[in-house]
């Protein structure tokens, strides 16, 4: 069954470093989100993609973050001048449809120190 | 606001023993409903949906009805096995459309021998 994937699946960095979390969404899935939880917390939305352009972000997604879909596959999540709040486990989803089902990735977790 | 209310975990069970998680959501319109599973070291997976009131989700011996009268969506299984040990996520799709989950905090379900 076709899945999304995501890399890596375990990221540390310093704070104020950049990174960028990764993932290839199913082929034909057209719409695209990143969700986080913060350990213990609920599992947040953070933005929705579609047709190269954000169609929704929460609150949380402010200018430290951005979205991006480099070519025909990648899903990427740039995280500028990173925080110790932004340690989370980091979900990426993608849905064939507006309506259908999100499919999620296992998860990148992202430690700042 | 849209929010998703379930019950705290961890839930500890012996093997065949009957399983229910409470799930609430408010009631902003009919949302679709959703339960979401995560097995340890692994993504969210959709377990089941309900789209409209009354409507019965069910899937690997898990079940779980739309309660319009009690704003509730409570996922039951009759016999659980050490395999359904996991954490379990109630999701509400965000009124005003588009693809946007609401989550609960998740419930551990801890199943033992």
């Known amino acids: 069954e076709p899945e999304v994937t995501q890399t890596p699946s375990h990221q540390v960095t310093q704070m104020g470093q950049e990174v960028i979390l990764r993932c290839v969404p199913i082929s034909n899935h057209l719409y695209f989100y990143w969700y986080r939880q913060i350990l213990g917390q609920k599992v947040e939305f953070l933005v929705s993609f579609y047709n190269n352009e954000i169609s929704e972000k929460s609150e ?23 925080k110790l709040e932004d340690s989370a486990m980091y979900f990426c989803a993608s849905s064939e449809g507006r309506h259908s089902p999100l499919h999620f990735g296992n998860g990148t977790r992202l430690t700042v120190t | 606001g849209d929010s998703v209310t379930q019950m705290e975990g961890p839930v500890t069970l012996s093997e065949e023993a009957f399983l229910t998680i409470n799930c609430t959501y408010t009631a902003t319109g009919y949302p679709s409903l959703f339960w979401y599973v995560q097995y340890p070291g692994e993504g969210l997976q959709l377990l089941l949906k309900a789209t409209k009131a009354d409507d019965k989700g069910s899937n690997k011996g898990f079940e779980a009805t739309y309660r319009k009268e009690t704003t ?14 996991a954490v379990y996520f109630c999701a509400r799709l965000h009124t005003g459309g588009g693809n946007k989950l609401t989550f609960g905090t998740g419930t551990q379900l801890k199943v033992e021998l």
């Not at chain 1, 200018?63 to 990173?82: A, C, H, M, W």
Request: no cysteine; glycine share 6%; hydrophobic share 30%.
């Open chain 1, 60 to 82: 949380i997604f402010d200018d430290q973050f951005s979205v991006e879909r480099p070519d025909g596959s990648n899903f990427t999540l740039k995280i500028r001048s990173t």
């Open chain 2, 72 to 85: 509730s969506f409570h996922l039951e299984k009759g016999s659980v096995q050490v395999s359904d040990s």
